[in-house]
């Protein structure tokens, strides 16, 4: 395991999905600045009820989880197994709230937790 703590801003609004087994879980992407260029990180984490409605766009946050590398169509994917994840500083001014898809079932094998 290769255990990472990113700190960025959501690029997308939160989104909760549904496992086949009926787990909760929530997704989104956190943009980190690396110079010149940008490193997103696609995050997965438990769907806590408290912090969902708080991860829009724009959102300060860091998180710590598990890091996973793959290489994707010829790009490096970037994938996080949340444990914790905090805001930082003020929400984004929008009046959007994260999205819960009802239909969207998410396979096991597919989760990283």
């Known amino acids: 395991m290769k255990q990472i703590t990113i700190c960025g801003n959501l690029g997308a609004n939160a989104v ?3 496992t086949s087994d009926g ?3 929530m997704t989104y992407s956190i943009a980190v600045n690396h110079g010149d260029s940008t490193l997103w990180f696609n ?3 438990n769907y806590r009820e408290k ?3 708080y991860l829009l766009k724009g959102q300060a946050v860091c998180a710590v989880g ?3 590398v793959n290489l994707y169509n010829g790009k490096i994917d970037l994938s996080v197994s949340v444990d914790k994840c905090e805001l930082c500083g003020r929400a984004p001014e929008q009046s959007s709230q994260p ?4 239909n969207d079932r ?3 094998e597919d989760s990283p937790i």
Do not use: N, W
Not at 99 to 102: A, F, H, K, L, N
């Open 51 to 53: 912090l969902f409605p």
């Open 106 to 108: 998410v396979e096991d």
């Open 23 to 25: 787990r909760s879980l």
């Open 99 to 102: 999205v819960i898809e009802q």
């Open 16 to 18: 909760m999905r549904t």
């Open 66 to 68: 598990d890091l996973s």
């Open 43 to 45: 995050c997965v984490s």
